[in-house]
T-cell receptor, first 115, second 112 residues
Framework: NAGVTQTPKFQVLKTGQSMTLQCAQDMNHEYMSWYRQDPGMGLRLIHYSVGAGITDQGEVPNGYNVSRSTTEDFPLRLLSAAPSQTSVYFC??????????????FGDGTRLSIL | AQSVAQPEDQVNVAEGNPLTVKCTYSVSGNPYLFWYVQYPNRGLQFLLKYITGDNLVKGSYGFEAEFNKSQTSFHLKKPSALVSDSALYFCAVRANDYKLSFGAGTTVTVRA
């Protein structure tokens, strides 16, 4: 049982490049989400999904796309990387029962630098 | 809109002393409140949550938190801190949807 697995762990991009951050969970969780962590700002929600085929925007969705074709995977796509997207990205998952009262399980993050 | 405030960027305590990390929240409706801990270069780990019922919630590693509805607070406490408790702590709140809002985090340093 690996929990939430994020790849890659580190990535350096040039401005304008695109890339996909991968997230997979093996706990059969319905709910998955992406956050970015910046110093002094806590974690901010980018996109989330309450099940396969269903996604919605969070607090800071601009510049990012997501899709959820399976329960296990929830990739995050940067369309055209900008220096402002330099951050640490975390994927999380949880059961959706209880209307959101379940704790989330986090991956170890992807550290992304945009030059 | 929901929000969380952690008024202290840093908390420093001596090992064996009580530890308190403060959190206040703003939300419409009944809140779901969480505390998470983050160690260097790792993801967040769940410590405890308040959903309903008893205002004092017990969690992992000897931590507890007290929910105070009138003061809209959910302070994290540990009676006797350990050096290994040194980490970054986040308070988070959820309202009636699945969106989780985090505070900015409090760095706890426990000195030997």
């Amino acid at each position: 049982n690996a929990g939430v697995t994020q790849t890659p762990k580190f990535q350096v991009l040039k401005t304008g490049q695109s890339m996909t951050l991968q997230c997979a969970q093996d706990m059969n969780h319905e709910y998955m989400s992406w956050y970015r962590q910046d110093p002094g700002m806590g974690l901010r929600l980018i996109h989330y999904s309450v099940g396969a085929g269903i996604t919605d925007q969070g607090e800071v969705p601009n510049g990012y796309n997501v899709s959820r074709s399976t329960t296990e995977d929830f990739p995050l796509r940067l369309l055209s990387a900008a220096p402002s997207q330099t951050s640490v990205y975390f994927c999380a998952s949880s059961y959706s029962s209880g209307g959101g009262n379940q704790p989330q399980h986090f991956g170890d993050g992807t550290r992304l630098s945009i030059l | 809109a929901q929000s969380v405030a952690q008024p202290e960027d840093q908390v420093n305590v001596a090992e064996g002393n009580p530890l308190t990390v403060k959190c206040t929240y703003s939300v419409s409706g009944n809140p779901y409140l969480f505390w998470y801990v983050q160690y260097p270069n790792r993801g967040l780990q769940f410590l405890l949550k308040y959903i309903t019922g008893d205002n004092l919630v017990k969690g992992s590693y000897g931590f507890e938190a007290e929910f105070n509805k009138s003061q809209t607070s959910f302070h994290l406490k540990k009676p006797s801190a350990l050096v290994s408790d040194s980490a970054l702590y986040f308070c988070a709140v959820r309202a009636n949807d699945y969106k989780l809002s985090f505070g900015a985090g409090t760095t706890v340093t426990v000195r030997a």
